[in-house]
């Protein structure tokens, strides 16, 4: 038995001796959180880009009960739920982060790829020849 207990004792120390401090980035959803302003896109069958209207004032809000509102010039436009899932991105071939709208009304199985820079936010349709969406922080 004593055989046993110093080579556990040992494994053991050898995992902690062995382990690296490391520091865990916040969570997608913990940075998804708070309000987003829409900055443009482009996209689609052309390409083409889509600039942003001065006149339109266009924000979503993510809130961390799973729940989001689109705002357009101040006032609630839609809202709805979203789901945060892993989903294979057309960009990359990888598993990525996206985002389901409203999940059980028949959005897409594979959502939209979304991409957290700094204050920068991409939303991208994970289809060929589909939308991006661009958006900054709101501080």
Partial sequence: MRPLTCFLTTAVLLMFVSCKTQTFEPSFKTKLIGKWKYTGGSGGFTGKPEPVNPLVSKIIEFKSDGKYVKYIN???????????IKSKSIYSSLEDNAIRFDPQ???PRTGLIATINDDKLVLADNVYDGFSAGYTRVK
């Fill in 74 to 84: 101040s006032d609630p436009d839609t809202q709805g739920t979203y789901d945060i």
């Fill in 105 to 107: 009304s028949g959005s």
